[in-house]
């Protein structure tokens, strides 16, 4: 069993920036990607950002290119998301979720364990 705990969430001014952190804890991790995902009140999650755990290939969502960067570290077993340029259409919570297959990192349903999320709201 993993276990992700997020933090870093919080509110922001448009145009500031934040960054997540995911800690993955319990058996050591041998997944294949780290991804996150973001669910807007009355909307359906919607994938973010994901990273290879092995080749840090990373993969972003159109709306975030070139406002955020997704980062893993193997000796901490963490994986962050830095986000610059903050939108307040980026006010969501945001979810940390872990894939031990190889599978479409953008649907959710590849993803074996998810975090409890963090609210992160954008202030126009």
């Known amino acids: 069993q993993v276990q992700l705990v997020e933090s870093g969430g919080g509110l922001v001014q448009a145009g500031g920036s934040l960054r997540l952190s995911c800690a993955a804890s319990?058996?050591?991790?041998?997944?294949?990607?780290m991804g996150w995902f973001r669910q807007a009140p009355g909307k359906e999650r919607e994938f973010v950002a994901a990273?290879?755990?092995?080749?840090?290939?990373?993969y972003y969502v159109d709306p975030v290119k070139g406002r955020f960067t997704i980062s893993r570290d193997h000796a901490k077993n963490t994986v962050s998301l830095q986000m610059n340029s903050l939108k307040p259409e980026d006010t969501a919570v945001y979810y940390c979720?872990?894939?031990?297959?190889?599978?479409?990192?953008?649907?959710?349903?590849?993803?074996?364990?998810w975090g409890q999320g963090t609210q992160v709201t954008v202030s126009s």
């Open positions: 990273v290879s755990w092995s080749t840090g290939i990373r």
């Open positions: 319990g058996r050591t991790f041998s997944g294949v990607l």
């Open positions: 979720a872990a894939a031990l297959r190889i599978g479409g990192y953008y649907y959710s349903g590849t993803y074996d364990y």
